[in-house]
């Protein structure tokens, strides 16, 4: 297959990059570098099946050669209120990619018949009354406060997704990504993984917002892309959650990162975070067990050791 997956150089986008690689397929990777890295592909940008684009998915996409499959995955996905590269500093880059990048992204697929994955999110369940969230919960999503540039973005996603499926008959997939972490998060994410680790290489206390009880379910990536591809390859095209639904508050995150790193500085409590921060994330994969046969493999201490000896080289690195 010659597969397009836009936020190719990004977090996520860089992991799909080596799996399609490593299964034997060819990629075209296009990002426009605001929030990805040439960094995270670097170590592929040589190889023959393997080429690189820098393009803003909201500006028209021109495709003359033939696709299998196009895979959107470009988007600012951090929260951070301090980030240079988080969503709520890029309030309109974020929504030209959700309406704009989806709309130019399913242009290509629709001209080469090609499959359509989209890279949606649990934050279209916004701060969840449903707990787990399953694929048939609606949601409880502000639809204009701070965070609603992201998640009205991934909804309005979804729905056009879903319009190109049954007008057009494109055929199409959707993946709810809950938490993910692991090697090539940015130093500066502002999410939760490369915060706590951060500090606690640094020698720091973790911040900790709120009381701690608000909870997250993290997802190691390689876990993520092996799901993305069993997606990918069937014929469901139903929105199906993938993350790891082992639920722990974010103090016992906390702890937890404190006893793998040996950092013996602690926990500090600050004010809690914006206004609209989920309380509850945990994903009902029922569906992914039974259409996809996926669940987590990676043990989160055995995904986490992976993630801090890359924040380990990169402290070095920069240091």
């Known amino acids: 297959m010659r597969i397009l997956i836009t936020g190719g150089a990004g977090f996520i986008g860089s992991h799909l990059c080596d799996r399609m690689l490593s299964d034997g397929h060819s990629v075209i990777a296009m990002d426009n570098l605001i929030t990805g ?7 592929i940008t040589s190889g023959q099946r393997f080429r690189f684009v820098v393009h803003n998915v909201a500006n028209y996409i021109n495709s003359p050669e033939s696709v299998d499959a ?27 990619a959700g309406a704009l990048g989806t709309l130019n992204a399913l242009g290509v697929a629709k001209k080469h018949k090609a499959v359509f994955m989209l890279a949606s999110t649990s934050e279209v369940y916004g701060d969840p009354l449903e707990h787990p969230q399953s694929e048939t919960y609606w949601g409880n999503v502000d639809p204009v406060g701070p965070r609603s540039v992201y998640d009205e973005a991934k909804r309005f996603a979804e729905a056009l997704t879903m319009a190109y499926q049954r ?45 701690g009880a608000q909870t997250r379910s993290f997802c190691y990536v390689d876990d993520l892309t092996d799901g993305i591809m069993r997606l990918l390859h069937s014929g469901e095209s139903s929105p199906v959650n993938l993350g790891n639904p082992h639920e ?14 040996g950092n013996t500085a602690g926990i500090v409590f600050e ?35 992976r ?4 924040f380990k080289e990169k402290y070095a690195s920069s240091a």
Request: glycine share 6%; charged share 20%.
């Open 167 to 211: 007008t057009h008959g494109v055929d199409t997939r959707i993946v709810r990504i809950f938490n993910t972490y692991g090697p090539r998060m940015a130093l500066d994410d502002g999410r939760v993984v490369p915060n706590f680790i951060g500090q606690a290489l640094r020698r720091t206390a973790l911040t900790v917002y709120g009381d």
């Open 248 to 261: 722990l508050t974010i103090l016992e995150f906390a702890q937890t990162i404190n006893h793998l790193t």
């Open 70 to 96: 196009v895979m959107h995955f470009a988007s600012p996905a951090s929260p951070s209120q301090t980030a240079p590269t988080s969503y709520l500093q890029l309030p309109i880059q974020t929504l030209k």
């Open 37 to 43: 890295s040439t960094e995270n592909i670097t170590h």
């Open 271 to 305: 004010d809690g975070r914006t206004h609209g921060d989920p309380q509850q994330r945990q994903p009902d994969i029922s569906q992914a067990k039974e259409r996809l046969n996926w669940k987590p493999q990676v043990p989160l201490e055995q995904g986490l050791q």
């Open 307 to 310: 993630t801090i000896e890359f």
